[in-house]
């Protein structure tokens, strides 16, 4: 029997038989394993569409660059040694509508987050695939910053890292709940510091809130597994109900992972020459 019917059994919720715990326990684990299914589905998006953005965004041919005006005279936008800018990377990552693709993913988690209630599974999964999309269009530039060697050596790592954080957080029996609000407090911390630090340019506070943004992501990884796994014991979710908790938490565990490959590659990443 395995350890969560033996701590079931009897546990604050009523007592339980053997049958009712082995029944729960395969309903968890088949519950878990949607979310880590939909959370997977998600980051394959965003990484196609961040590598199939980056190859549409780069050339090596100066007729096909986007052309910029310098000193009155007309110039390929030139990124490095004998690589331009297209006319679509121009657009997405230079162009004022560059804005509109950051903001468009912090509208649809918006969305997500305060109307999946009234949303049919159907539309609360077309949202998170369109989510996913549009942050690997924004994450398409890491690969002109980083070298891809070292892209997908910290891809390797943080899925290690994060692997390894969510088994835990799903095998504790220890109550995260105190540690997520403090974790949650200092989310808010990175999010205020990051936003003086563009106005500072400081690289500096930019290590420092890439170090304390791992700590921080690398805690929410563990306390979200634990939040999701009690939501199910404790919430007697089935049916639409059940699928729309299974993307949200997808999506909660989704942006654990990314922001966790993001600070991790500002730390260890080889950028470019």
Do not use: H
Not at 3 to 12: H, K, V
Not at 42 to 59: H, K, P, Q
Not at 111 to 135: D, H, I
Not at 236 to 255: H, N, P, Q, T
Request: charged share 10%; proline share 2%; hydrophobic share 55%.
């Amino acid at each position: 029997m395995s350890d969560y019917e033996r701590n079931t059994i009897g546990a604050p919720y009523g007592t339980l038989s053997r049958a009712e715990a082995a029944a729960i326990d395969v309903g968890l684990r088949a519950y878990m394993l949607r979310v880590y299914n939909y959370m997977v589905l998600g980051l394959a998006i965003t990484g196609f569409a961040a590598l199939g953005m980056y190859m549409l965004s780069v050339t090596g041919d100066a007729a096909s660059a986007a052309k910029v005006m310098r000193n009155g005279v007309e110039v390929p936008m030139m990124m490095r040694g004998g690589m331009y800018l297209t006319q679509i990377g121009y657009t997405v990552y230079v162009s004022p509508l560059k804005w509109v693709i950051m903001l468009a993913p912090l509208g649809l988690v918006f969305a997500l987050s305060f109307g999946v209630e009234r949303m049919r599974p159907a539309t609360a999964q077309v949202l998170f695939w369109l989510y996913a999309a549009l942050v690997g269009l924004s994450l398409g530039s890491i690969f002109m910053v980083f070298t891809g060697t070292s892209v997908v050596r910290v891809f390797f790592i943080t899925a290690a890292t994060f692997g390894a954080l969510s088994l835990w957080g799903y095998t504790t029996q220890r109550d995260l709940t105190g540690m997520g609000s403090f974790l949650i407090m200092g989310l808010f911390g990175i999010i205020i510091a990051s936003l003086v630090n563009i106005f500072l340019g400081s690289t500096m506070l930019q290590w420092v809130i890439s170090m304390v943004g791992v700590l921080v992501f690398a805690g929410l990884t563990a306390y979200d597994t634990q939040r999701l796994k009690n939501e199910y014991i404790y919430g007697a979710m089935e049916g639409d109900v059940l699928e729309r908790s299974a993307i949200m938490g997808a999506l909660s565990l989704y942006l654990d992972f990314i922001n966790l490959f993001t600070l991790l590659l500002q730390l260890l990443g080889q950028r470019e020459e």
